[in-house]
């Protein structure tokens, strides 16, 4: 199975300034379609998982323009470029390449 | 507009089966895979089961290999999950979601509780 392994795992932020989640993968993601099929999740609180983030750099309807995710193989990154009190939650990078799915860790976002 | 809603949930003896239901609406679930994804109390995410848009090509996690079948009614445009033998490690929530590589919509998830 490919692991996904996510850092940091808490990540204290000051309201207004970036925020930067790693996530790396045990193998390339690079399916045989040609696409990389890595996605990002945000959990808030008492809520499902919402996708924000999909095959790497695209971003869902809806979300805004201050979430943005990069990376290629098996280095990927999601960054918040301004962090506002409703982006606290949990998020998870998921790879969709090989079966079984699976997910990172979780990074635990909050405000100092 | 796509919505997943997922049933069957509930406190279940060790040993015990249950079935889980998940009614979509809004797309119809024979164009689209579909996954099972549970999250025990306080832990992450893990995929539990995946069906293909054909429904040809099924999977189950390690986790759960040889307990787990899923399935589909596409007349009544329900994923089911059928979870066998279940042990205090299946305690959680489960949620289905869209797709099988992008899982671009989720339920609200069922609760299953595993206990004696």
């Known amino acids: 199975d490919v692991v996904m392994t996510q850092s940091p795992l808490s990540l204290p932020v000051t309201l207004g300034q970036p925020a930067s989640i790693s996530c790396r993968s045990s193998?390339?993601?690079?399916?045989?379609?040609?696409?990389?099929?890595l996605n990002w999740f945000q959990q808030r609180p008492g809520q499902s998982p919402r996708r924000l983030i999909y095959t790497v750099s695209k971003r869902d309807s809806g979300v805004p323009d201050r979430f943005s995710g990069s990376g290629s193989g098996t280095d990927f990154t999601l960054k918040i470029s301004r962090v506002e009190a409703e982006d606290v939650g949990v998020y998870y990078c998921?790879?969709?390449?090989?079966?079984?799915?699976?997910f990172g860790g979780g990074t635990k976002v909050e405000i100092k | 507009e796509v919505q997943l809603l997922e049933s069957g949930g509930g406190l279940v003896q060790p040993g015990g089966s249950l079935r889980l239901s998940c009614v979509a609406s809004g797309f119809t679930i024979s164009s689209h895979g579909m996954s099972w994804v549970r999250q025990a109390p306080g832990k992450g995410l893990e995929w539990v089961s995946g069906?293909?848009?054909?429904?040809?090509?099924?999977s189950c996690a390690e986790s759960v290999k040889g307990r787990c079948t899923i399935s589909r009614d596409i007349s009544k445009n329900t994923l089911y999950l059928q979870m066998n033998s279940l042990s205090a490690d299946d305690t959680a929530l489960y949620y289905c979601a869209r797709g099988t590589l992008l899982l671009d919509y989720w339920g609200q998830g069922t609760l299953v509780t595993v206990s004696s």
């Open positions: 998921m790879q969709g390449t090989h079966w079984p799915l699976t």
């Open positions: 193998q390339s993601l690079v399916h045989s379609d040609g696409n990389t099929y």
């Open positions: 069906v293909s848009s054909t429904g040809g090509t099924t």
